[in-house]
């Protein structure tokens, strides 16, 4: 089902992201940059193998460091099988300047954390300036009150802020390494400093990933997110490493009993061979690049083994209809591909690859997509 015909039913995943990504098109759009848009969903509707169109989200991760443990992602378990890199500031403006044309918005985060990069703000501020919306998930550990400031003058949209507890003993069981009252006096310096200067931006979302051992701590933290004035607060069920996807031990340490929050359970997985009842949207919308140029097919996926090129060695277009972008689109279309090649697409738990575009009205599963979030997208 294409982004359009999802926004009209009311079916894309969660409100407070439906809203984001609907405020950013208004925002950034342009007549090329909707063409673009329309004909991307239109082959995502089709199954199309070769594209015209180019994404129209991307994903670019200036920094794949991190300073917190968190266990279950593969940079705070150190199992990224990635360099640890931090892209210049050069890359990242050559990118841009390429995708401004179609780009609507884009995500500076995937395995790392954005502010440990010294030149973050000069590539928000260059993203904003050449028109495209701008969005960063933080820890947000130790963040001064001169950062706060450079966030506010960098013109960043959206800011996710991952805080999944409000006492130390709770939070620091998966922010391993992390200070609770340092990412509350974090919060609350940004709002106020926000209204002292009569900034909108950036929208503040409080991200609490929900997990069997803060589950307990959820009415508290929603009144610390009325007390702080954040202006999203968001559940999210805990999610395991890809994988890691059908690891029942995993799962019992960490996801909770409560059926609205055990979306990602293998449970589910086991039972029917895929976790989400629609084709995969990631090679027909989205471009993920790591901050070594490696170009992963979707943000589920870290291992440099699994990329589908190499931005410092083919161009960005080549790469968007390359024989391994046909292949994974091939999987969930009944078009014919020339030349298959073995991708980390093939078996992947994800998505159903056994109900390929076009799709039938009655396959779309609406009361499992609504109690699924992706953590990157929404
Ligand atoms: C890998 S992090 C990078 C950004 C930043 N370091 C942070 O944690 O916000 C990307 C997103 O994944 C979320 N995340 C981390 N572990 C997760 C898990 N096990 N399930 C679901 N989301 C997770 C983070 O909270 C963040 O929103
Ligand atoms: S803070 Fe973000 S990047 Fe760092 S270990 Fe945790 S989830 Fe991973
Ligand atoms: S099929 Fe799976 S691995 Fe491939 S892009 Fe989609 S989610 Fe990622």
């Given at each position: 089902?294409?982004?359009?015909?999802?926004?009209?039913?009311?079916?894309?995943?969660?409100?407070?992201?439906?809203?984001?990504?609907?405020?950013?098109?208004?925002?950034?759009?342009?007549?090329?940059?909707?063409?673009?848009?329309?004909?991307?969903?239109?082959?995502?509707?089709?199954?199309?193998?070769?594209?015209?169109?180019?994404?129209?989200?991307?994903?670019?991760?200036?920094?794949?460091?991190?300073?917190?443990?968190?266990?279950?992602?593969?940079?705070?378990?150190?199992?990224?099988?990635?360099?640890?890199?931090?892209?210049?500031?050069?890359?990242?403006?050559?990118?841009?300047?390429?995708?401004?044309?179609?780009?609507?918005?884009?995500?500076?985060?995937?395995?790392?954390?954005?502010?440990?990069?010294?030149?973050?703000?000069?590539?928000?501020?260059?993203?904003?300036?050449?028109?495209?919306?701008?969005?960063?998930?933080?820890?947000?550990?130790?963040?001064?009150?001169?950062?706060?400031?450079?966030?506010?003058?960098s013109g960043l949209e959206n800011i996710s802020i991952s805080l999944d507890g409000v006492s130390q003993e709770v939070?620091?069981?998966?922010?391993?390494?992390?200070?609770?009252?340092?990412?509350?006096?974090?919060?609350?310096?940004?709002?106020?400093?926000?209204?002292?200067?009569?900034?909108?931006?950036?929208?503040?979302?409080?991200?609490?990933?929900?997990?069997?051992?803060?589950?307990?701590?959820?009415?508290?933290?929603?009144?610390?997110?009325r007390d702080l004035e954040v202006e999203q607060f968001r559940l999210l069920g805990v999610g395991l490493p890809f994988e890691e996807l059908t690891n029942q031990t995993l799962a019992?340490?960490?996801?909770?009993?409560?059926?609205?929050?055990?979306?990602?359970?293998?449970?589910?997985?086991?039972?029917?061979?895929?976790?989400?009842?629609?084709?995969?949207?990631?090679?027909?919308?989205?471009?993920?690049?790591?901050?070594?140029?490696?170009?992963?097919?979707?943000?589920?996926?870290?291992?440099?083994?699994?990329?589908?090129?190499?931005?410092?060695?083919?161009?960005?277009?080549?790469?968007?209809?390359?024989?391994?972008?046909?292949?994974?689109?091939?999987?969930?279309?009944?078009?014919?591909?020339?030349?298959?090649?073995?991708?980390?697409?093939?078996?992947?738990?994800?998505?159903?690859?056994?109900?390929?575009?076009?799709?039938?009205?009655?396959?779309?599963?609406?009361?499992?997509?609504?109690?699924?979030?992706?953590?990157?997208?929404?």
């Amino acid at each position: 089902m294409g982004m359009f015909e999802n926004l009209i039913k009311g079916n894309l995943p969660h409100y407070t992201r439906k809203i984001r990504h609907i405020r950013q098109l208004l925002r950034h759009s342009t007549p090329r940059k909707l063409a673009n848009l329309a004909k991307a969903e239109w082959s995502l509707s089709r199954g199309h193998v070769v594209l015209q169109s180019k994404p129209y989200i991307y994903i670019i991760d200036p920094c794949n460091a991190c300073d917190l443990r968190c266990p279950l992602c593969p940079t705070g378990a150190r199992t990224l099988n990635r360099s640890t890199r931090m892209m210049s500031l050069e890359c990242f403006q050559g990118l841009i300047d390429q995708v401004k044309p179609y780009a609507v918005e884009i995500i500076l985060y995937s395995w790392g954390e954005p502010f440990l990069h010294p030149q973050i703000f000069d590539m928000v501020r260059y993203a904003q300036k050449n028109n495209i919306g701008t969005n960063i998930s933080s820890h947000f550990n130790h963040i001064t009150d001169e950062m706060i400031d450079r966030i506010i003058d960098s013109g960043l949209e959206n800011i996710s802020i991952s805080l999944d507890g409000v006492s130390q003993e709770v939070y620091q069981v998966y922010r391993v390494n992390g200070k609770v009252d340092d990412v509350i006096s974090g919060i609350r310096r940004l709002q106020l400093r926000k209204k002292e200067r009569k900034s909108r931006t950036p929208n503040v979302e409080w991200q609490f990933i929900v997990m069997k051992h803060n589950e307990h701590e959820i009415p508290q933290a929603e009144k610390l997110a009325r007390d702080l004035e954040v202006e999203q607060f968001r559940l999210l069920g805990v999610g395991l490493p890809f994988e890691e996807l059908t690891n029942q031990t995993l799962a019992e340490q960490w996801i909770s009993d409560t059926p609205e929050y055990r979306g990602y359970h293998p449970e589910k997985i086991l039972q029917r061979g895929y976790l989400y009842d629609e084709s995969c949207f990631y090679p027909f919308r989205t471009l993920v690049i790591n901050p070594d140029g490696g170009v992963a097919p979707c943000c589920a996926i870290s291992h440099e083994q699994w990329d589908f090129g190499d931005v410092h060695k083919e161009s960005l277009w080549d790469i968007w209809n390359n024989r391994k972008y046909q292949s994974a689109r091939s999987l969930f279309s009944r078009h014919p591909v020339a030349e298959r090649v073995p991708t980390v697409c093939d078996g992947c738990l994800l998505y159903n690859q056994k109900s390929p575009f076009p799709r039938s009205e009655n396959s779309t599963d609406s009361s499992q997509s609504s109690r699924v979030q992706d953590p990157v997208l929404g």
